[in-house]
């Protein structure tokens, strides 16, 4: 038996891609690149919506990003990881 028809037929990360696509629309986002990865392996990536909205140019996953402070917050997470690991 089947879990759902959505998982049956859509590709690989396709569902996560819709849901992503999905909520850009909600936030009013005009895009973004979405990368999941598993060690070195990239297990999901995708360059959702777009990066010129004027000239309307789709997003790339090789465009910039201006990410700001929020690398911030990545590197006090992982600090903290490795000093819970005692390293």
């Given amino acids: 038996a ?5 998982s049956t037929t859509l590709p690989p ?3 996560l891609k819709a849901a992503l696509t999905d909520r850009l629309q ?3 986002c ?4 979405v990368g999941v990865y598993r060690g070195d392996e990239a297990v999901f990536e ?3 919506g777009l990066a010129d ?4 140019r789709p997003m790339r996953l090789d465009d910039a990003m201006r990410i700001g402070s929020v690398a ?3 590197v006090g997470v992982v ?3 490795l000093a819970g690991e005692g390293k």
């Fill in 46 to 48: 995708a360059a959702l």
């Fill in 30 to 33: 005009p895009g973004a690149i």
């Fill in 72 to 74: 911030k917050l990545f």
């Fill in 79 to 81: 600090v903290l990881q």
């Fill in 2 to 6: 089947s879990s759902g028809p959505a």
């Fill in 13 to 15: 990360g396709e569902p």
């Fill in 26 to 28: 909600k936030l009013q």
């Fill in 53 to 56: 909205v004027e000239a309307e």
